[in-house]
């Protein structure tokens, strides 16, 4: 089975500026959440998708924004980038449910100057 | 609101000896929870689960984790460490409406193993 990939595995951007990072799910799975794990840190929730639609969302303002497609893949996208937005991105795909483990890719490197 | 604690930020054991990684959870409702790996440069990998089944959990590469209600502690353990274990162990809590991807993460705890 395809696991989960995430791209582009490093990105450098600019304070103000835009980024969408992708996600394709691990084949058979309907829902996807992204993590943003800083330096140092855990990783935190930053929202999930199931059936294209928006499932729950943590503590992040709304320029933090997804999409999930038909196919399952999915996208993250942040706008008016902020220095403390560097950090690793790491996209989840599971079957809808508490007792569905998460399946991670190996993340996003963000880092804004 | 749920949360988790590890104590201990940084392990360090001798190939061979007993891994303990403690975890302390904060739940108002019977919580879900789990155990996950990182290894550098990598995302994270489930190591074991709790989801209210056998209160003793076995999982992959020998790990076991035991949950302790009275206590709020689900801790890790190895009998035997191996060099090929160390990485950042994160335990995880799931949220009061128990959707999986909405997993509460501690600060996690880097495992050294000393040859």
């Known amino acids: ?113 | 609101a749920q949360s988790v604690t590890q104590l201990g930020s940084h392990v360090s054991v001798s190939e061979g000896a007993l891994v303990l990684l403690r975890c302390n959870y904060s739940s108002s409702v019977p919580p879900y929870l789990f155990w996950y790996v990182q290894y550098p440069n990598q995302g994270l990998q489930l190591l074991l689960k709790y989801t209210s089944a056998a209160t003793l959990v076995k999982g992959i590469n020998g790990f076991e984790a035991e949950f302790k209600k009275s206590e709020t502690s689900f801790h890790l353990t190895k009998p035997s460490a191996h060099m090929s274990d160390a990485a950042e162990y994160f335990c995880a809590v799931s949220d009061e409406r128990g959707s999986q991807g909405n997993l509460i993460f501690g600060k996690g705890t880097k495992l050294s193993v000393k040859p």
Request: proline share 6%; hydrophobic share 25%; charged share 15%.
């Open chain 1, 1 to 113: 089975e395809t696991g989960v990939t995430q791209s582009p595995t490093h990105l450098i951007k600019t304070r103000g500026q835009q980024v969408t990072l992708r996600c394709s799910s691990q084949s058979g799975h309907n829902t996807v959440s992204w993590y943003q794990q800083a330096l140092g840190q855990g990783p935190q929730f930053i929202f999930q998708y199931y059936r294209e639609e928006e499932n729950g969302r943590g503590n992040f303002p709304p320029r933090f924004s997804g999409l999930q497609f038909p196919n399952y893949s999915s996208e993250l996208n942040v706008n008016a980038l902020e220095l403390d937005d560097s950090a690793l991105y790491l996209c989840a795909s599971s079957l809808q449910g508490p007792a569905s483990p998460l399946h991670f890719g190996n993340g996003t490197r963000l880092t804004v100057t």
